[in-house]
């Protein structure tokens, strides 16, 4: 039997040169007569050992990493195939204490599998949610996933069941199942290593979502600087139809589905659920008012489900196991897992899958190890850019909706951006309020013209001197322009993105060049 060798063929791989260490493997095999059979699998996740190579063998996978071109001679010459020691050698890849501490559910056949593979995805448990699903009327699966406490994984926590409730019961000849994988926030990369690494289960969980919601049709709105992505995607949805797993008979049942992939037009305004719709629709990329909500007049005016990747690859799990299991990971009404995306200065950046309740500074120290720079860790940015600034005072707090939530903070779609003590908030406070100047749709003052407004008041602001009348007066003039963009605003993008601003001055003013003050209880309290 030949030797099993895996070598990701996940973008981050790739851009770290997975793609010529596999080439390198080969020829090397080839040269010495070695039979071996080359999988390219996605990623574990532990970007700092990318090129991660791995090797099947009696007692488990082994793991060399990080490989470069230039390791291959001297890994064959040390026996890896079999296991052999090397300065690269891991030991058993489950036994790496950064993956042995995660709860991996969505992720739990993430840079296991071939990731186009059908029959690799059904040894490994793959469409078990869904022959589950197809046991049971389509109010039964709503039911379970209500019954499991699946909330939105895009960031703005709404319990899945309820969309998927308010699509079923609407009465209407056509209905939408729509995937947002437009993932563009800072720190991000769940959703595209999921499409990369395990593509069916996402077709899974949106075929679950069609049959309880009575849909016919899908589509997947990937960013556009995913190509990687899309076309693994689409290989995917090729391959799932010629099996029979999409199409008019469903795994040879009466239910019908279609799923398409859609290319993003490039606009960050284009997360947000109503833009995408335009977007889809062939409009430019504008947010809609609500109501009516996408549930009841979305997609072509049709009832509408829009969910993010990972709230659909939850779904499989919970079918395939039970609303139970799923409920009794997390912590209160934080139920489930949530792939956090580590990244910025941080010595170990990477995915980590973890129980809703592990805190902030567990994960910046006994996952990440601390700053890549050596330095003390300032502000952690939770959330994307338009996420709030994270004193450590608040690092201790359990990682759930409600204990962020209460202080004014957001996990958004779990993205953590690390700042050392050399950071300057004001320049990042900057920062939020021009990307928001020029990735606004337009179509709302608060927003377009606010977010204008900001960068120059912080400018001001900064500019100030110490002692001048100017400086609390740009700074007042910051917090009204804040308030008003929060609640003035006709979509998150505006409305969220006083909240990096806001942060950082109640908890650094000294970048401001302002004085230190008691601040406020809520990080994003203007």
């Known amino acids: 039997m030949s030797i099993r060798i895996y070598v990701p063929a996940d973008s981050a791989a790739i851009a770290l040169g997975a793609d010529e260490v596999a080439e390198a493997i080969l020829t090397q095999a080839q040269q010495r007569g070695i039979e071996i059979d080359l999988i390219r699998s996605g990623s574990r996740g532990m970007f700092w050992l990318e090129p991660l190579v791995e090797i099947r063998t009696d007692g488990g996978r082994t793991a060399y990493g990080p490989v470069q071109v230039e390791d291959v001679n001297a890994l064959f010459d040390n026996d ?45 448990q793959g469409f078990a949610g869904l022959r589950r699903c197809l046991s049971m009327s389509p109010s039964e699966v709503v039911q379970e996933v209500l019954d499991s406490g699946l909330r939105g994984r895009g960031g703005a926590a709404f319990p899945t069941g309820i969309k998927w409730k308010t699509v079923a019961t609407a009465s209407a000849p056509q209905k939408y199942i729509v995937c947002n994988a437009d993932e ?14 395990d593509p069916y289960m996402l077709i899974e969980g949106m075929t679950i979502a069609a049959i309880a919601a009575g849909a016919t049709q899908g589509y997947i709105y990937i960013r556009s600087e995913y190509p990687r992505a899309i076309e693994v995607m689409l290989a995917a949805i090729a391959n799932a139809s010629a099996a029979g797993y999409l199409g008019d008979r469903i795994a040879g049942s009466s239910y019908a589905f279609h799923l398409q992939v859609r290319k993003a037009a ?32 979305g997609l072509f005016g049709a009832p509408t ?12 799990r919970i079918l395939e196991r039970g609303a139970a299991y799923y409920k009794n990971l997390g912590l209160g009404r934080s139920t489930g897992t949530l792939p956090i995306q580590l990244t910025g200065n941080i010595r170990y950046g990477g995915l980590i899958e973890k129980a809703f309740g592990v805190t902030l500074r567990e994960l910046l120290f006994d996952f990440g190890g ?14 994307g850019p338009l ?58 003052t608060p927003c377009r013209i606010g977010s204008t407004r900001g960068v120059e008041v912080i400018e001001r602001l900064v500019q100030a001197d110490a002692d001048s009348a100017l400086k609390p007066a740009q700074e007042k003039l910051l917090r009204d322009l804040c308030h008003t963009m929060q609640y003035g605003s006709l979509c998150a993008l505006g409305g969220m993105t006083p909240n990096p601003v806001i942060s950082a001055l109640n908890y650094y003013p000294q970048d401001f060049g302002l004085a230190a003050a008691n601040p406020a209880s809520d990080l994003s309290k203007a």
Not at 279 to 292: H, L, N
Request: proline fraction near 5%; include cysteine.
């Open 370 to 383: 601390g700053s890549a720079s050596g330095r003390p860790i300032k502000a952690v940015q939770v959330g």
């Open 266 to 297: 490039g606009s960050y305004v284009c997360g947000e659920e109503t833009a995408m719709l335009e977007s889809i629709e062939g409009k430019r990329g504008v947010v809609r008012a609500k109501p009516p909500i996408p549930a009841i007049q």
């Open 387 to 444: 996420g709030t600034y994270v004193p450590e005072q608040y690092w201790d707090l359990p990682f759930d909706y409600e204990a962020y939530a209460a202080v004014g903070a957001t996990l958004g779609h779990g993205g953590i951006v690390v700042h050392d003590d050399t950071a300057d908030l004001s320049k990042l406070a900057r920062y939020a309020m021009e990307f928001c100047a020029i990735e606004s749709c337009g179509k709302c």
């Open 80 to 124: 890896f195939l079999h296991g052999g020691a090397h300065a690269l050698s891991l030991g058993l890849t489950e036994a790496i204490p950064y993956l042995q501490k995660q709860e991996r559910v969505c992720f739990a056949r993430m840079g296991v599998i071939d990731p186009l593979s059908l029959s690799d995805y059904e040894a490994h």
């Open 305 to 316: 489900v829009i969910n993010n990747v990972i709230s659909f690859a939850s779904v499989p």
């Open 184 to 197: 563009g926030d800072s720190g991000t990369y769940s959703d595209r290593m999921t499409m990369e690494g």
